[in-house]
Nanobody, 123 residues
């Protein structure tokens, strides 16, 4: 069973930055498509970014495009979500998820999920 671990959340002022990390002890994340999701209180979970297992093609939802960057560091077996120019509406619990299918695109099917890390953007 693939276990995902997120870290890097916290409290940040509007306009600030955070970098979230997603790692998987004992598994090679490069074999998986990885998605970053978030869920704010009272709202549905949404996928905000993903990176495919083949070619590391990336996707961003419009609300984060130009501010967030997803990337892989295979040497560290970690997928990052760099978040810049944070806004109060980015406040949510952020999750990473893994898709075991080897594809050139981001699918809508994720097989494994982390426990989440809280991001709060507030002055």
């Amino acid at each position: 069973q693939l276990q995902l671990v997120e870290s890097g959340g916290g409290l940040v002022q509007p306009g600030g930055s955070l970098r979230l990390s997603c790692t998987a002890p004992a598994f090679t994340l490069d074999d998986y498509g990885i998605g970053w999701f978030r869920q704010a209180p009272g709202k549905e979970r949404e996928r905000i970014s993903c990176i495919s297992s083949r070619d590391s093609r990336t996707y961003y939802t419009d609300s984060v495009k130009g501010r967030f960057t997803i990337s892989r560091d295979n040497a560290k077996n970690t997928v990052y979500l760099q978040m810049n120019s944070l806004k109060p509406e980015d406040t949510a619990t952020y999750y990473c998820a893994a898709d075991k299918r080897r594809t050139y695109y981001c699918s809508n099917n994720y097989d494994f999920w982390g426990q989440g890390t809280q991001v709060t953007v507030s002055s």
